[in-house]
């Protein structure tokens, strides 16, 4: 047979091949190393707060109740306290705040629960505490404006800090 002919015979078997082996799966790796890689994340206590106003509508000298709410999130499982400030009148005080109205003063108080309940202030004993889960949490504002004060017709404000600790 001539060489010629046996490249023809041969060749088109030797393609095949070649191409069958190509499409063959074949290991691309010699060997398999391996190397743990740690993972690790630091999560800190957080909480934010935030207040509702607290509308005590017209006060006539009777007895004036209303209430407001508060927002606390912390972090899952962070206690946390919150407290509420005297308010920004000079002479006022977590047990008797004042709203003012020029140099006229309303007195008024802030409780913990219901409006006869303890005096809600920013010292341990007078804060509401509680755990975080993750979640905003509700608490409720108790005010309340005791009857017979006879002060000048008017309009009265005060600001009290929330805070939370935590």
Known sequence: MKLSSLVKSVMPAAVVSILALGLAPMSAFAGTATANMAVSVTVNSNCTISANALGFGTYTGAVNQATTTLSVQCTNTT????????????????????????????????????????????????????????????????????????????????????TVNY
Do not use: K
């Open 79 to 162: 206690p946390y306290n919150v407290g509420l400030s005297a308010g920004a009148t000079t002479n006022a005080t977590v047990t008797t705040r004042q709203m003012l109205n020029g140099t006229a003063a309303l007195n008024y108080t802030l409780t913990t629960s219901s409006y006869t309940g303890t005096n809600w202030g920013n010292t341990s004993g007078s804060w509401v505490g509680g755990t975080g889960n993750g979640n905003a949490q509700t608490l409720t504002v108790y005010g309340q404006i005791p009857a017979g004060q006879f002060v000048t017709p008017g309009s009265y404000a005060d600001t009290v800090v929330a």
